[in-house]
């Protein structure tokens, strides 16, 4: 690490400041949500931001996200603004739905983040749509698809890598193995030690990786980003990490111990990168202290923003059920 560190710094100042920015968010929407104030379900990330974070610093602005139910780290990495996102969850018109997605539907196609989504699995196959859109419009955008391990062993997700792989097309699939889908153990959902093969079954080359490690994701991303820009097709990258909340707000998690939270949190992606930049004289204490503290204002201004909101008018109902005629 004291060589990444020394190479990498500002880069990893900036991450560092991004991921206090998403955990802020969450934890702010968990305590929202507690009082009552936010309608609907909300599935937190809160412990796998350097995933969301290290893949799309290896991206560009013109490129393409897929998300997932747990979207709100990927849609802060790929460059949605906290407010807009926190009245969409507040139901509100300045939301980026217009106060009709909350937090599972969240998209912003104008900033190539194609949604966050109820459905699990869908992502991929949205990306292998992009991918193809992309490949016959013939320029180099790439697109990145999150999903987590319960994903992994969805139909639609396999035959979404199918035709990345046999299209060669420019489609990174990020699996999150957050080590539970709801409530299922991982090992109690796949007959198989790692999940590289899944890749490697339809073509492309799989590595899996501490998604806890800002930088170990941002690298793994940026090489199968330049091999898809370049023709050479998908790539599976499988992350290691952890969320530390229940899979929805209110779970009472009773399927793991807290032995077992505490060991993931000591290799939390935000306190092992301050210690790392601290250690080696790049910060000091007083610095994250002001990271967090500008973090923490952003989003005392976004729930403003959005409990000064209005919501939608009724007649918003019948608006976006259809597509325009083209
Ligand atoms: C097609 C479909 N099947 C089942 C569900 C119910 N469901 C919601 S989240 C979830 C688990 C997903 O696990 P994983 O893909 O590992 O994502 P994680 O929740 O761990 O982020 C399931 C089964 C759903 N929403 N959609």
Request: glycine share 10%; with cysteine; proline share 3%.
């Amino acid at each position: 690490m004291p060589d990444v560190v020394a190479e990498y710094t500002e880069q990893l100042i900036d991450q560092l400041r991004e991921m206090i920015l998403i955990r802020e968010f969450e934890t702010r929407v968990s305590s929202l949500f507690e009082d009552n104030e936010l309608p609907g379900f909300v599935h937190l990330c809160l412990g796998q931001e350097a995933v969301a974070t290290g893949a799309c610093w290896a991206i560009d602005d013109d490129d393409f996200i897929t998300s997932t139910h747990r979207g709100h780290g990927h849609s802060i990495a790929k460059g949605l603004e906290p407010d807009r996102m926190m009245a969409e969850l507040f139901g509100k018109e300045t939301g980026y739905c217009g106060g009709k997605s909350g937090s599972m539907h969240i998209a912003d196609v104008d900033q190539g983040m194609l949604g966050a989504n109820g459905i699990v699995g869908a992502g991929p196959s949205l990306a292998a749509g992009a991918g193809l859109s992309i490949d016959q419009s013939d320029d180099d955008r790439v697109c990145l698809s999150f999903f987590g391990e319960g994903a992994m062993a969805e139909g639609v997700v396999h035959e979404s890598m199918n035709l990345a792989g046999v299209r060669d097309l420019p489609v990174v699939f990020i699996c999150e193995n957050n080590q539970y889908g709801e409530m299922t153990p991982a090992e109690d959902q796949h007959n198989v030690d790692g999940f590289e093969a899944r890749g490697e079954a339809y073509g492309m080359p799989a590595e899996t990786i501490d998604g806890m490690s800002v930088h170990e994701v941002y690298e793994a991303t940026a090489e199968a980003v330049e091999r898809a820009r370049n023709g050479g097709g998908p790539s599976l990258i499988i992350c290691e990490t952890y969320r530390y909340h229940g899979h929805y707000e209110g779970d009472p998690m009773t399927y793991r111990t807290e032995e077992e939270v505490e060991q993931w949190r000591e290799r939390d992606p935000i306190t092992t990168l301050e210690k790392s930049l601290v250690e080696s004289n790049n910060l000091d204490e007083s610095d994250v202290e002001e990271i967090r503290a500008v973090a923490s204002e952003r989003i005392d201004e976004a729930v403003e923003f959005a409990r000064d909101s209005d919501y939608p008018d009724e007649q918003a109902a019948f608006e976006g059920v259809y597509t325009e005629e083209i």
